[in-house]
């Protein structure tokens, strides 16, 4: 498994933007793909955005499309999550994963259950 830790939350009004990044150790980087997630409270874990390998495709849930970026840095074995545009409902504990599988459709890895390794997650919140 590959360690993750992730970093760059904190407190943000509506409107405004964070960069989250997500550091990877333990394992070869480039060959797995990262996802984000993100849990509210009260609520269950959801998919946020995916990368695969190559950095090549990305997908996004429709909640955050346009407004997150999701990129990756295989020479830093860094994920990045870009946030513009932050909504109160974006507050969440936002978490990285990496999944060794590999799938030609992106759509597989917004399920958290494709992913094996996980961070300690990073707290976002958006006050209006």
């Known amino acids: 498994q590959v360690q993750l830790v992730e970093t760059g939350g904190g407190l943000v009004q509506a409107g405004g933007s964070l960069r989250l990044s997500c550091a990877a150790a333990?394992?070869?980087?480039?060959?797995?793909?990262m996802g984000w997630f993100r849990q509210a409270p009260g609520k269950e874990r959801e998919f946020v955005a995916a990368?695969?390998?190559?950095?090549?495709?990305?997908r996004y849930a429709d909640s955050v499309k346009g407004r997150f970026t999701i990129s990756r840095d295989n020479a830093k074995n860094t994920v990045y999550l870009q946030m513009s545009s932050l909504k109160p409902e974006d507050t969440a504990v936002y978490y990285c994963?990496?999944?060794?599988?590999?799938?030609?459709?992106?759509?597989?890895?917004?399920?958290?259950?494709?992913?094996?390794?996980w961070g300690q997650g990073t707290q976002v919140t958006v006050s209006s």
């Open positions: 333990g394992r070869t980087f480039s060959n797995y793909a």
């Open positions: 990368i695969n390998w190559s950095s090549g495709r990305t």
């Open positions: 994963a990496a999944s060794r599988r590999y799938y030609s459709r992106l759509y597989y890895y917004s399920r958290a259950n494709e992913y094996d390794s």
